[in-house]
């Protein structure tokens, strides 16, 4: 199983940016899909999560209200249309599959990771 993510790049402060994660290869168990991020010389943390079934979306407070996740079944392709950005938005941005429920929020509960894209907000 492969991921892959794009759109990443450079934008200014208060501008939107639109990110995708395309999964491709074998079939697997698609039970959701999630969006985390990592700053240089921080850990890894989550920023959104979606469930293929219900719908369900989940966001870090951090981003609630400036971050929308979205997801076409068809394509197999999710979706994290971030708005309003922030400097400290900044961050390599991974995008992630999980075949079972369990804790959205935590890395440990995806089996497939895409490579991940840079996007920099300058201030």
């Known amino acids: 199983v492969q991921l892959q993510a794009s759109g990443g790049g450079l934008v200014q402060a208060g501008g939107s940016m639109r990110l995708s994660c395309a999964a491709s290869g074998r079939t697997f168990r698609r039970y959701g899909m999630g969006w985390f991020r990592q700053a240089l010389g921080k850990e890894r943390e989550f920023v959104a999560a979606i469930i293929w079934s219900s719908g369900t979306t989940r966001y870090a407070d951090s981003v609630k209200g400036r971050f929308t996740i979205s997801g076409d079944n068809a394509k197999n392709t999710v979706y994290l249309q971030m708005n309003r950005l922030k400097p400290e938005d900044t961050a390599a941005y991974y995008c992630?599959?999980?075949?079972?429920?369990?804790?959205?929020?935590?890395?440990?509960?995806?089996?497939?990771w895409g490579q991940g894209t840079l996007v920099t907000v300058s201030s």
């Open positions: 992630a599959a999980r075949s079972y429920s369990g804790t959205y929020y935590t890395t440990g509960s995806y089996d497939f």
